[in-house]
């Protein structure tokens, strides 16, 4: 995220050392018994279940409390959260009812045998409303191997679901959370990462985060800052040397919208999947401290995948970040393709590298931007690329994308890079559609390599570049000047709803017409780069050709 105003990361362990005492101290942790209006009776609840039983019920709409069998239900948090679960034991809810009060059970699971949270019988989701309890709704504190399904989560103080640990050199693996409806977690949030309504992250030293599973999970619609975070280290700390870092994280098939801050964040961790989520509307706190929130996006990340993503309508609190998709800084080896990211305050796509550290491998293909940079105090370009503290980038790919450029604020160029750039990997803007709405194309240092793009501006207007702090009017004067471009065009692509920023992933908008220049005027960007990929498909799904005979822009 852009750091030039807001906080320094290291300022963020602050709210990391909140998270630790609220981990930590008893005091804070969500109480035992049920809330004010629970259901249920108090002290250890119904009858002891039988030492073999293994599945356990739960119908809060029962006025009887039993002994947790299927013929005589607990009918309350209370018994729930008194019992120790073991491996391969389950839990399940009556659907139609409601528990009000912390799901807060005890127990670990195993390897091959996690403890398994459920709905079980007809109607809607069982709801678990934390109300305005002192803690989060749903709560798991150094325990792994559980599996959550098939709940709607209501409430709970700064986070809906908290699942977190705070043993030194402890495992925490497998927590896998499957269709579950998030929302109403109550703060407000001050600064990133200090909520959340779906919040996984551990705390003590040298603890491991791995297998991590969220999908088809809805988070929305509260004063936190996250919708979901995941990770590793808990504390942002900024030592690639040391920082322990999570393993096998992935977040798919899921949404986040109406949030204070970030929509879906992952951080401080190797092998990352971010796929098929739908993030929007996430920002809207008036004003969370010098950070910013972007919509969907990862950091201190090695070998992530983000693909297949919606990200729209995302805002910020400044003039900054308010962006679709970002490749921060300690990231390596990140590949964002297959996203529709429209709508947003701030960018489609970032680049960033800090703390003299270099931000390498970053690819993005195959994406399709649309009409973003619509704050009207936003200046930083569809695509935005910034190092500050002694950051670097190398080895920047952007290939096979089709952008529509409509800033709300005019003179604002598409492409905008003020960054430093180190090492021997190529950095190339190649094969990529730029339709604009506005003439301000490409604001570019020589650092950058740009060839085989295709640019129009809307009625055939003169597009304006700048080349290393120089502006020329139209391709071929830019091309003169700068030695670039000599296999770029200034056509019409002969889009299909070339301007089109609709909700939903395209499907039709953005393909290239019968005669379209850019069709075979693309070029193998790998040619010549060791351990380089085009990649299989296109944004559409399409499969690509062989090795010659690619069209510029997302579409194949």
């Known amino acids: 995220m852009d750091d030039r105003i807001r906080f320094s990361w290291n300022a963020l362990p602050a709210g990391g050392l909140f998270l630790l005492l609220l981990a930590g101290c008893a005091a804070n942790l969500p109480p035992t018994g049920t809330v004010a209006g ?56 009556a659907r139609g009812t409601t528990c009000n009060g912390v799901l807060k059970p005890q127990g670990s699971g195993a390897s091959g045998s996690p403890i398994v949270v459920d709905a079980y019988g007809t109607g809607n989701l069982p709801i678990v409303n934390g109300g305005a309890s002192s803690g989060p709704a749903v709560y798991l504190n150094n325990q792994q191997y559980w599996e959550i399904n098939d709940l709607e989560i209501q409430g709970g103080q700064n986070y809906g679901v908290y699942i977190t640990g705070n043993t030194d050199n402890a495992p925490l693996a497998h927590i896998h959370l499957t269709n579950l409806n998030v929302h109403g977690a109550f703060g407000p949030s001050t600064v990133r990462a200090d909520s959340g309504e779906v919040f996984i992250s551990a705390y003590g030293a040298g603890q ?53 801050g970030d929509g879906i964040l992952i951080v401080e961790l190797n092998t990352g999947l971010l796929q098929n989520n739908v993030v929007y509307n996430t ?11 972007g919509g969907l996006w990862e950091w201190f990340c090695n070998n992530c995948t983000v693909q297949g993503n919606e ?34 305050a701030g960018y489609c796509i970032a680049f960033f590298g800090a703390e003299s550290t270099v931000t390498t491998n970053s690819i993005f293909r195959y994406n399709v931007c649309s009409n973003n940079a619509q704050s009207s105090s936003y200046s930083d370009g569809e695509i935005f690329m910034n190092t500050w503290d002694s950051g670097t980038l190398n080895g920047v790919e952007i ?12 003179g604002n160029p598409m492409f905008n890079s003020w960054s430093n750039f180190s090492g021997t990997s190529p950095n190339f803007f190649e094969n990529n559609i730029v339709y604009g709405a506005q003439p301000y194309l490409v ?19 003169t597009p304006q570049f700048q080349w ?18 000599a296999n770029s065009l200034f056509a019409d692509p002969l889009l299909n709803s070339p301007t089109s920023h609709a909700v939903g992933m395209p ?48 579409f194949q």
């Open 38 to 93: 629970s259901g249920g009776s108090g002290g250890s609840g119904g009858t002891t279940p039988p030492a073999t039983q293994t599945t356990f019920y739960v119908n809060c709409s029962l006025a009887s409390d039993g002994d947790g069998s299927q013929s005589t239900p607990w009918n309350s948090l209370t018994d729930v959260n008194g019992h120790t679960f073991v491996a391969g034991n389950s839990l399940l809810l």
């Open 208 to 260: 491991t985060l791995s297998d991590v599973v969220v999908n088809g999970v809805t988070a929305h619609d509260s004063n936190v800052s996250e919708g979901i975070y995941v990770g590793a280290g808990g504390s942002w700390a900024n030592n690639a040397a040391t920082q322990t870092l999570g393993s096998n994280i992935t977040v798919e098939n899921s949404t986040a919208h109406d949030v204070y």
């Open 283 to 293: 920002g809207l706190c008036p004003s969370c401290g010098s950070s910013t929130p």
């Open 311 to 344: 990200s729209y309508a995302n805002k910020s609190w400044n003039a900054y970040d308010g962006g679709d998709f970002d490749i921060d800084y300690y990231n390596n080896n990140v590949t964002v393709q297959y996203n529709y990211g429209h709508d947003s």
């Open 399 to 410: 290939y096979n994308n089709t952008f529509y450029w409509n800033p709300a604020q005019s």
């Open 443 to 461: 604001l570019a240092l020589p650092t950058f390599t740009y060839d085989h793009n295709l640019y129009w501006v809307e009625n055939g207007a």
């Open 468 to 485: 290393n702090w120089q502006s020329y009017s139209g391709l071929a004067a830019y091309q003169q000047a700068s030695g670039q471009e």
């Open 507 to 554: 499907t039709t908008a953005f393909t290239l017409q019968t005669g379209s220049p850019a069709i075979g005027a693309g070029t193998n960007v790998c040619t010549g780069i060791a351990n380089c990929s085009m990649g299989v498909q296109d944004f559409f799904g399409n499969p690509l050709p062989v090795s010659t005979g690619y069209n510029i822009g997302a």
